[in-house]
């Protein structure tokens, strides 16, 4: 999604995972990261003045709700995943969404209306979080 943040001013904020953790889709963490760290360098050399890229974790994947998804990779590999890209571009910090829904504790069910997707109320904590993260 991107955010004007000024006149003269872009954030870019990502969250990425639905498609990377189906099952026939997971490469594994290295390769997520490779590909995560490959978009936010192609996204910000494609403006004259680079934006600021702000990462969200996605929301866990509570087991038993959608067919097709690797669990293992959505709740344990995939956060730790965004947070060592984050690092290593030196990116504000990780607006985590995946916390908020319940992290790997799966504690918050009634965030999520499918055991993926955030609710209403969901989505409005998370975009006060992203609001204040894209502030500059």
Known sequence: SLTHTHTHSLSLSLS????????SNWQGAQAYE??????VKTLKSRFDKPPRVVLMTPPPVYPG???????????????????????ALKLPPVVD???????????RPSMVCDGVHPTDEA?????????????P
């Open 34 to 39: 490779s590909a995560l760290k490959t978009l």
């Open 65 to 87: 709700q959608l067919i097709g998804l690797n669990v293992t990779a959505a709740n344990e590999e995939v956060p730790p995943a965004v947070e060592r890209v984050r690092g």
């Open 123 to 135: 989505v409005k904590k998370i975009a006060m979080l992203l609001s204040a993260a894209v502030k």
């Open 16 to 23: 990425l995972m639905s498609q990377d953790a189906k099952l």
């Open 97 to 107: 969404v995946f916390q908020i829904l319940g992290g790997r504790r799966l504690d």
